[in-house]
């Protein structure tokens, strides 16, 4: 079993700061999902209060849009929220930073940049192909 410290030589994160690293986005993220809500709660309750006809308000497109990119904003925060808490379990069960794929460590600056990744830059580029 191999711990966040690495195992066989191999380089690894060092699990304190992967863990604060990880618990910092985790509190982005949350603030982030609350203003988005707030926002998109708002516009809800502002349509409530008006009759709005999309098809026919040249302002009613814009409000379904915007209401629309809100929803799709939330869905992204909130799926990343969850791949931040898959990554701290990965970490606490010694699985942090091993490509999913091929199981070769991923490089630091990958998770320096994309905290959450389960893959290498190798096997990333494969999938997207």
């Known amino acids: 079993m191999t711990d966040s410290s690495g195992s066989a030589g191999s380089p690894r994160p060092e699990g304190d700061a992967v863990r604060g690293r990880l618990a910092a986005e985790r509190v982005d993220t949350t603030a982030r999902i609350a203003a988005l809500s707030r926002e998109y709660d708002g516009i809800v309750a502002a349509n409530a209060l008006v009759a709005v006809d999309d098809e026919h ?66 096997c990333a580029a494969v999938r997207r192909r």
Do not use: K, N
Request: aromatic residues 4%; negative net charge.
């Open 57 to 122: 308000d040249p302002d009613g497109s814009s409000t379904a849009f915007e209401r629309a990119h809100l929803a799709a904003l939330l869905g992204q925060a909130r799926e990343r929220l969850a791949a931040l808490d898959r990554a701290a379990q990965r970490l606490e069960q010694g699985d942090y930073g091993r490509c999913r794929s091929c199981g070769e460590p991923i490089p630091p600056a990958r998770l320096d940049a994309l905290p959450a990744t389960t893959t290498c830059v190798h």
